[in-house]
C-alpha cells in the first residue's frame, strides 16, 4: 500500500539577508514500502531540530563545515524517528520500532539505505519514557555535547571562577550554564534577549542575569563581576564577545562557540572585534571549535555523564516545540529570531509515542 509523504523542500540559496518561512515549500509525494531494497528502512519521523548551524548550509558559500542545501530537495537536520519497517538484509541491526537520533530528512516518512542509516544510533531504551524524547536533540543531543566538549576541552573550569554565557536561554547556553554552576561550581552570568528569559535564566541557578536590549553588556558585567570573568562561552559574537575580552581576567579561556547575531549579515557588514589586542596583553585563550571535531571520542563519557545530570535535575533541560512539519520554516525562522527558550524542535507525529511518565510519590 503506497504511503503518502509530506517534506519541506529548501526553495533557494539565501545569502545577504534573513531567512523567511516563504523561503521553504511543503511538498508531497508517495513511497511504496513493497520497493525498498532488503537492506533499507523505512522511518517515521518524530521531532526533527532547528539550529543556527544549518544558517550556513542555506547559502552556496564554499568553506563552510557543512555542504549547502540543494535547492528543490528536502532539508536535512538532527531528528528523531521510529522504525516501520525494516528489509530482511539490513546490515546496521534496526528492527521495526526502534527509535533512532541522527540526521533526517525534513520528511514525514523516509526510507533510508545504508548511507543513511550510517548516521543514526539507537535512542537509549533506558530512558525512554523516563526523559522527553526532544532531549535527545537538546541536552542529551548535539546541543548538550556542544556544551559539555566546550567546557571540558576548551574552557577547563574551576570551582570558584566566574563564568560569562552569552545567549544563555538557548539550547547550548542553557546546559553550559547549568553545567558551570551545578557540576563545576562557577558563578555564573547569562545575557538573554527578553526579561522573560532573564527571569528564566535565575530561576535555573544563574547568579547573575541580564537583558542584553536594554542594558550595556559592558556594564552589566562590571557589576556582575567588578574584578572580572574567567570564562566567556560565545554563542552570540560582535560587540558582545568585544565587552568579554574587555571584562576578561588574565589567563581568561574563550570559548567560541556561536556568532549568531553575525549570520545573516554579509560579510562586509560583520561586526569586526575592537578588544584582539587584549587577547595578546591579557594571554587569553581563544579558540573556535565544532562539536564533531570531538564526538567520536568523547560521545560515551558525555552520555553517561549527562544521563545523570538531566535525571538528577542538575541540567534541567527545556523544549520550544513547535507542533506540524508545516510549520517548521517558521520554527527555524523563530529560533534565528531568538523566539525559543530552550532546544527549539518541531513535533511532526501528533502523537508522541513514548511521553514521560510521572513517578507516584511515596
Known sequence: MDLEVTSVLWKQHVEDRPV?????????????????????????????????????????????????????????????????????????????GDVLSGMLPWSSHAVLGRRGQAQLQLVDSRLLGRVPLPCFLGALGMPGLTAWAGLRRIAQPVAGQVAFVSGAAG???????????????????????????????????????????????????????????????????????????????????????????????????????????????????????????YAAEIARDFHEDMSQHVLTGTVKALQHVTHGLENAGAAFVGMMGGGNIGKAVVQVVQQDPHPVVQQQQQ
Open 171 to 293: 539550547a547550548v547556553g542553557l546546559t553550559a550554564g547549568q553545567l558551570l554552576k551545578g557540576v563545576h561550581g562557577c558563578t555564573v552570568i547569562g545575557s538573554a534577549g527578553s526579561d522573560e528569559k532573564v527571569a528564566l535564566l535565575k530561576q535555573h541557578g544563574f547568579d547573575a542575569a541580564f537583558n542584553y536590549k536594554t542594558s550595556s553588556t559592558a556594564e552589566a558585567l562590571q557589576q556582575a563581576a567588578p574584578d572580572g570573568i574567567d570564562i566567556y562561552f560565545d554563542n552570540v559574537g560582535g560587540p558582545t564577545l568585544d565587552a568579554a575580552l574587555e571584562a576578561a581576567r588574565p589567563h581568561a579561556r574563550v570559548v567560541a562557540c556561536g556568532a549568531i547575531s553575525q549570520y545573516d549579515l554579509p560579510q562586509g557588514q560583520r561586526y569586526g572585534v575592537k578588544n584582539l589586542l587584549s587577547v595578546i596583553t591579557k594571554r587569553i585563550k581563544l579558540q573556535g571549535f565544532v562539536v564533531g571535531d
Open 20 to 96: 523567511t518561512a516563504d523561503d521553504f515549500q511543503l511538498a508531497g509525494s508517495i513511497i511504496d514500502p513493497q520497493q525498498m531494497a532488503d537492506s533499507d528502512i523505512l522511518v517515521e519521523l518524530l521531532y526533527l531540530s532547528v539550529d543556527p548551524y544549518m544558517r550556513g548550509m542555506m547559502r552556496n558559500a564554499q568553506g563552510y563545515y557543512r555542504q549547502p542545501f540543494e535547492p528543490g530537495q528536502p532539508l536535512s537536520s538532527r531528528g528523531i524517528a521510529r522504525v516501520k519497517k525494516a528489509g530482511p538484509g539490513v546490515g546496521s541491526g534496526f528492527e521495526e
